[in-house]
């Protein structure tokens, strides 16, 4: 489909472990961001990428968040050493640019830390 | 703090009546604001926008509403239908921010046949 694509849909991680997130945007969409959504909130900002760069940073939250793009297409958001307050579910969504303000999202990764 | 609040965390209404989905914000620096849908297991979807230069925006059976001196916006759907019943995201954006969306906690809508 013409759709952001996030993968895996669900995952399950011991507490310590890393993990690693993938997102597609939709093709010819410079812009791309994650949040996440954790249980009963709302969306969470974390990251944006204009291109292959990170211009705001601000809502990751903590050093054990991470996050690169390469090739102007897809991104993988790193989580280091998993606690379980790192459980959400967590969307990528892109836009055509970056003062776009019509995101579309991807379906999510639903990520649960045991 | 949040930014974007939904005091409403669930709202039912019978199929063929208006649906009034409300926001409020507090950041004056807010200038453009949005309203996404979801459904269960899927990422949000946009839905319909308005900027602060506007006081309503209307797209067929959805109208946002919004007061800059209140800090509120609304959503009105009508007439509403069963497969409008899904989770409302009020989201808003400062230009200085560059594109992040804030977003609200979400209002369930359940519509009734």
């Known amino acids: 489909g013409a759709g952001v694509s996030q993968s895996p849909s669900n995952k399950v991680t011991e507490k310590g472990k890393d993990v690693e997130l993938r997102c597609d945007p939709i093709s010819g969409h410079t812009a791309l961001y994650w949040y996440r959504q954790s249980l009963g909130q709302g969306l969470e900002f974390l990251i944006y990428f204009q291109g292959n760069s990170a211009p705001d940073k601000s809502g990751l939250p903590s050093d054990r968040f991470s996050a690169e793009r390469t090739g102007g297409s897809v991104s993988t958001l790193t989580i280091q050493r998993t606690q379980q307050e790192d459980s959400a579910v967590y969307l990528c969504?892109?836009?055509?640019?970056?003062?776009?303000?019509?995101?579309?999202f991807g379906p999510g990764t639903r990520l649960t830390v045991t | 703090d949040q930014q974007v609040k939904q005091n409403s965390p669930s709202l039912s209404v019978q199929e063929g009546r208006i649906s009034i989905l409300n926001c409020d914000y507090t950041n004056s620096m807010f200038d453009y604001f949005l309203w996404y849908k979801k459904y269960p297991a899927e990422g949000p979807t946009f839905l319909i926008s308005i900027s602060s230069i506007k006081d309503k925006n209307e797209d067929g059976r959805f109208t946002v509403f919004l007061n800059k001196s209140a800090k509120h916006l609304s959503l009105h759907i009508v007439p509403s239908q069963p497969g409008d019943s899904a989770v409302y995201f009020c989201a808003a954006s400062e230009e200085t921010s560059g594109s992040r969306l804030t977003f609200g906690e979400g209002t369930q809508l359940t519509v009734n046949p």
């Open positions: 969504a892109s836009s055509f640019a970056a003062h776009s303000y019509e995101q579309y």
